[in-house]
């Protein structure tokens, strides 16, 4: 039974920092891409970054500089480290595995940046 089951969501304050976890199992880790989305409400869901199994990285152009993707293939985690906070980052953050026509999505957590 595959599972991912993200971790780390929270309330903090403008300019804060939260580091996302998302730890995955019932799949062979290494070879899948990994993402991070997210969902205002109100709003589609957007993709903020992403790993390939090879460690190459992507993000949203809202993120850039501020957010950094991560992995531990033995551990199979991932992690999305958020910095520099902003009221506009405020959304449910989903992971997301995927490899070829596999494609798993987590359940979760919710972040909230006010003060």
């Known amino acids: 039974q595959v599972q991912l089951v993200e971790s780390g969501g929270g309330l903090v304050q403008p300019g804060g920092s939260l580091r996302l976890s998302c730890a995955a199992s019932?799949?062979?880790?290494?070879?899948?891409?990994m993402n991070w989305y997210r969902q205002a409400p109100g709003k589609q869901r957007e993709l903020v970054a992403g790993?390939?199994?090879?460690?190459?990285?992507n993000y949203g152009d809202s993120v850039k500089g501020r957010f950094t993707i991560s992995r531990e293939n033995q551990k199979k985690m991932v992690y999305l480290q958020m910095n520099s906070l902003k009221p506009e980052d405020t959304a449910v953050y989903y992971c997301k595995a995927k490899w070829g026509e596999y494609d798993y999505w987590g359940q979760g957590t919710q972040v909230t940046v006010s003060s």
């Open positions: 019932g799949i062979m880790f290494s070879l899948y891409a």
């Open positions: 790993i390939t199994s090879g460690r190459s990285t």
